[in-house]
């Protein structure tokens, strides 16, 4: 069974100060994983998707690592518009897996001014 | 914006009514899903579609139902609805240039009372 594990569970930081959030999974054949957004009240919103070990993707203050056994998502000099749920999803290699996403039960990151 | 609009946004309920979700999208995409989205639980996948009456069980499937008779509605009914079907539900469409991200509404609110 397909598992993602997300750490903290909610993490406050001052504007500025650095951090990155784990994501840990346990997939039969990784076909990719990603990264999403949410903000209160709202859909997920699509950051990344890494395919293989060694990966890595940014987008403004944000960068995505991969490893075999897990994901980090760093945040750099973060700002208070920065704050919400980051959810982290696996996708499972397999011809049947129809596009299902095994998600993680998501990180609150709070950035204070 | 993915053209995904989902009806009604809130909606309060008795138990034992039945309920139907609506996620209806304008870009005719193939793949759909309806997510359920609690504290400690996260985003969990209640059923998808891979096409028109093309339909299948995700994780937490018992006391939901799903149609599919066109490409741009997939319909979420609770035959009876209980109280732990009050949740936040999430539809979301699977697209993107390498047509692996998933792409979701906005929500519906659900209470069961």
């Known amino acids: 069974e397909d598992q993602v594990t997300q750490s903290p569970e909610a993490l406050r930081l001052q504007e500025g100060e650095s951090s990155s959030l784990n994501c840990s999974y346990t997939?039969?054949?990784?076909?990719?994983l990603f990264w999403y957004r949410q903000d209160p009240g709202k859909g997920p919103e699509f950051l990344f998707t890494l395919y293989s070990a060694g990966e890595e993707k940014e987008k403004e203050r944000l960068k995505a690592t991969l490893t075999k056994k897990e994901s980090f998502l760093h945040i750099t000099a973060p700002k208070p518009e920065d704050s919400a749920t980051y959810l982290c999803a696996v996708h499972p290699a397999g011809g049947t897996s129809y596009g299902k996403l095994t998600f993680g039960q998501g990180t609150i990151l709070t950035v204070h001014p | 914006d993915a053209g995904i609009t989902q009806s009604p946004r809130h909606k309060v309920t008795e138990t034992g009514t039945p309920v139907t979700l609506r996620c209806h999208q304008t870009e005719n995409h193939r793949y759909m899903y309806w997510y359920r989205q609690d504290p400690g639980h996260g985003l969990r996948l209640i059923h998808y579609s891979y096409g028109v009456k093309d339909t299948d069980k995700g994780e937490v499937s018992d006391g939901y139902s799903v149609s599919r008779s066109k490409t741009e509605d997939f319909l979420l009914t609770l035959e009876s609805a209980t109280s732990s079907q009050t949740s936040v539900y999430f539809c979301?469409?699977?697209?993107?240039?390498?047509?692996?991200?998933?792409?979701f509404g906005s929500g519906t609110q659900l209470s069961v009372l």
């Open positions: 997939v039969s054949g990784l076909r990719g």
């Open positions: 979301a469409i699977r697209g993107g240039t390498t047509n692996e991200k998933l792409f």
